[in-house]
């Protein structure tokens, strides 16, 4: 079929070796906050672990490294925060370290693939980008990947949010027509549709609550706002830039 569903690194990399391109859905936080930087003209590098690593990765690329949450300053507003994104500066080059998102869209990349960043903020954008190119035809398979989230003992936890992200992908494109959905992702596309209140369910949802215990509140409404941005950030040596 032409275009398949999953989750997670693991079948990320199951899945890219068949595909000619990989969508990565990882909406609180990690593709929110690069299609946030990308509209603000920031070349985003993902980068799959936050440690000690990951500032001489981004010293190599002279770009800023996004912290963790609690770890931004008025000095270092960069994080992985979506909303913090939008209220910093913003910045040439930013590594965006991730543990999901980031090592999907690596593995990814590492096929050779073309690799998209999507969230429900650019979730009709990206879709009509891929429906353009041809991309989830028989002979151009595509691969929408959920990222999910993480147990205490690093198995995958799915998580609500990115269903959603990557059933708002897959049911623009099923309604585009002429692509062939697997059953997986067919049941996401359906899920989408069926879904009265996104927004009220980001916000209800396991990872939403967490953010919102975090005092994260803000990073759970800009990843709400569905459709409100044309920009599809696109994999290009190492970092997410804007799709010409």
């Not at 991730?98 to 690596?106: D, E, L, Q, R, V």
């Not at 939403?208 to 044309?230: F, I, P």
């Amino acid at each position: 079929m032409g275009v398949s569903f999953g989750w997670g690194p693991v079948e990320a990399r199951a899945l890219a070796p068949g595909a000619a391109c990989v969508v990565v859905v990882d909406v609180l936080s990690f593709t929110t906050a690069v299609g946030v930087a990308v509209e603000r003209g920031t070349a985003v590098y993902p980068y799959r672990w936050r440690d000690e690593t990951a500032a001489a990765y981004a010293r190599e690329r002279d770009a800023v490294l996004a912290v963790g949450r609690r770890a931004a300053t008025g000095e270092h507003p960069w994080s992985l925060s979506p909303a913090a994104l939008r209220a910093a500066p913003a910045p040439p080059r930013l590594v965006l370290p991730s543990p999901n998102g980031s090592t999907i869209a690596a593995e990814a990349a590492d096929g050779g693939v073309t690799v998209i960043a999507a969230s429900l903020r650019n979730a009709t954008a990206v879709a009509r980008f891929l429906a353009e190119r041809g991309h989830g035809a028989a002979e151009r398979p595509l691969a929408v990947v959920a990222a999910g989230e993480r147990w205490p003992d690093g198995s995958l936890r799915p998580a609500l949010e990115d269903l959603l992200g990557a059933g708002a992908v897959l049911a623009a494109l099923r309604a585009a027509g002429g692509r062939s959905l697997t059953p997986e992702a067919t049941a996401a596309a359906t899920l989408w549709d069926a879904t009265d209140d996104p927004a009220a369910a980001l916000h209800g949802c396991d990872s939403g609550r967490e953010l919102y215990a975090y005092g994260c509140r803000r990073d759970v409404e800009v990843a709400a706002e569905t459709d409100a941005s044309a920009v599809v950030p696109v994999l290009v040596d190492g970092a997410f830039q804007e799709a010409p």
